[in-house]
C-alpha cells in the first residue's frame, strides 16, 4: 500500500526562524509531490509542487525533494505567525488511478511570536 | 489562475432531506474532481472520483447511492448527500485536476460545512 509519512507536530519554531518540514513516500514510481497548507476549518491550498530532484524556492518556500531516499520537505524562511497551520503532504498516485492524491496526515506548524 | 468555487459555504438541513453542492472550476477546464470529507481535527477523506461523462469511482464505505455524485461538464460537478443524517454533518471539499504537460496539480475549492439537525 502506498503511503505518505509526516510527523503530527506540533512543531513551534520563534517568528523569524526557519521551519522546517519532512514527508517521506513508500512509492518509487511517484513522480510528483506537493505542499498543501491547510489553516483550521478552511480548505487545503496548495503553495508548492515539485517534479524534480533538488530544490525549487517560491518566495519564502522552498521545497526539496531526493527521489533515491524517497523524501521530500519545505523550508519556511524568515516564518511568521501567520504561517501557523497544517502542513499537507500529497503524492499523485499513477494515472490508472486518476492522478489521486496519497496524502500524509500533516504537520502542525506553531509560529511563536 | 487556478480558481475552483464550491456552493453553498455552509448549510443548515434537517434530517431526512437531500442537499446538493456544487464544485466549479472558474479558469480551468478539469477532466477529473475529487471530493472529500472532514471531520473536525480529522484527516482529509477521500469519497470519490469524478471523470466528465462518466460515473464517479466511489472509495471503500462510501454509499454511492448515498453520494450522488454527476460530473456533467469540465467546469461542473455536483455532491448530492441523500435523505442526510445528523451522522452526515461535516465539511465537504472539492478538488479539481487541472493538467499542463506532464503535470497535474489539484486545486481545492473552499468547503462546504453541512450540518443536520
Known amino acids: 500500500q502506498k503511503e505518505v509519512e509526516q510527523n503530527s507536530g506540533p512543531l513551534s519554531v520563534p517568528e523569524g526562524a526557519i521551519a522546517s518540514l519532512n514527508c517521506t513516500y513508500s512509492d518509487r514510481v511517484s513522480q510528483s509531490f506537493f505542499w498543501y497548507r491547510q489553516y483550521s476549518g478552511k480548505s487545503p491550498e496548495l503553495i508548492m509542487s515539485?517534479?524534480s530532484n533538488g530544490d525549487k524556492e517560491d518566495g519564502r518556500f522552498t521545497a526539496q525533494l531526493n527521489k533515491a531516499s524517497q523524501y521530500v520537505s519545505l523550508l519556511i524562511r524568515d516564518s511568521q505567525p501567520s504561517d501557523s497551520a497544517t502542513y499537507l503532504c500529497a503524492v499523485v498516485g499513477d494515472m490508472d488511478s486518476n492522478y489521486q492524491l496519497i496524502w500524509g496526515a500533516g504537520t502542525k506548524l506553531i509560529i511563536k511570536p | 489562475g487556478a480558481v475552483v468555487s464550491q456552493h453553498p459555504s455552509r448549510v443548515i438541513c434537517k434530517s431526512g432531506t437531500s442537499v446538493k453542492i456544487e464544485c466549479r472550476s472558474l479558469?480551468?477546464?478539469?477532466?477529473?474532481m475529487f471530493w472529500y470529507r472532514q471531520f473536525p481535527k480529522q484527516s482529509l477523506m477521500l469519497m470519490a472520483t469524478?471523470?466528465?461523462?462518466?460515473?464517479?469511482?466511489?472509495e471503500q464505505g462510501v454509499e454511492k447511492d448515498k453520494f450522488l455524485i454527476n460530473h456533467a461538464s469540465l467546469t461542473l460537478s455536483t455532491l448530492t448527500v441523500t435523505s442526510a443524517h445528523p451522522e452526515d454533518s461535516s465539511f465537504y471539499i472539492c478538488?479539481?485536476?487541472?493538467?499542463?504537460?506532464?503535470?497535474?496539480?489539484?486545486?481545492f475549492g473552499p468547503g462546504t460545512r453541512l450540518t443536520v439537525l
Open positions: 478538488s479539481a485536476s487541472r493538467v499542463s504537460g506532464d503535470y497535474n496539480e489539484q486545486f
Open positions: 469524478s471523470n466528465e461523462g462518466s460515473k464517479a469511482t466511489y
Open positions: 515539485i517534479y
Open positions: 479558469d480551468f477546464q478539469a477532466t477529473t
